[in-house]
Antibody, heavy 120, light 110 residues
């Protein structure tokens, strides 16, 4: 059974860079059938897609976040990562990693999510 | 990109049917058959319920169905059960090669 697990600091200071890693187990991140994505959810609010990456390193990002986001992949560790720079309190959210079917933009497996709070 | 439009809340009694709408534009919902629906219980990760407008993943009850007409997609839940009470989100592929979610709908089972 495929599992995804987010990890990283739960508290980040304003203006700093948020860094999270998603570890995939029970399947290969190098599958040609899937992208791997990040989605976030501010407390009490809806879902927002951040961006997705293919095992080759090809990425696509939410235009509203693109200037601050970098998503990378490490196939040797079966992991992909998110970096969000110049964070503010508005970036406080539960961050989810998920598997995305190529061509369908459907997220079929999700991590449990990790709360990241931006505060000094 | 603007979020897809969903009603903030819907409600129904056990056994009844409800429909949640998801309205976009010809650049997203109306232009592609790549609409998905997710169920989210409090404190839990979203769960995929419908993909490519009307397809159900293995394990999702056939009480859940999806459809689309023009720029509006719909999720219908028939034979409403207490465990269906949750937040529901739609998503769509867009002409900018991105993904956009709806604002979410809270379903209350009376």
């Amino acid at each position: 059974q495929l599992q995804l697990q987010e990890s990283g600091p739960g508290l980040v200071k304003p203006s700093e860079t948020l860094s999270l890693t998603c570890t995939v187990s029970g399947g290969s991140i190098s599958s040609s059938s899937y992208y791997w994505g990040w989605i976030r959810q501010p407390p009490g609010k809806g879902l927002e897609w951040i961006g997705s990456i293919y095992y080759s390193g090809s990425t696509y990002y939410n235009p509203s976040l693109k200037s601050r986001v970098t998503i990378s992949v490490d196939t040797s560790k079966n992991q992909f990562s998110l970096k969000l720079s110049s964070v503010t309190a508005a970036d406080t959210a539960v961050y989810y990693c998920a598997r995305e079917a190529v061509g369908a933009t459907t997220f079929d497996y999700w991590g449990q999510g990790t709360l990241v709070t931006v505060s000094s | 990109q603007s979020a897809l439009t969903q009603p903030a809340s819907v409600s129904g009694s056990p056994g009844q049917s409800i429909t949640i709408s998801c309205t976009g534009t010809s650049s997203d919902v109306g232009g592609y058959n790549y609409v998905s629906w997710y169920q989210q219980h409090p404190g839990k990760a979203p769960k995929l319920m419908i993909y490519e407008v009307s397809n159900r993943p293995s394990g999702v009850p056939d009480r859940f169905s999806g459809s689309k007409s023009g720029n509006t997609a719909s999720l219908t839940i028939s034979g409403l059960q207490a465990e269906d009470e949750a937040d529901y989100y739609c998503s769509s592929y867009t002409s900018s090669s991105t993904v956009v979610f709806g604002g979410g709908t809270k379903l209350t089972v009376l």
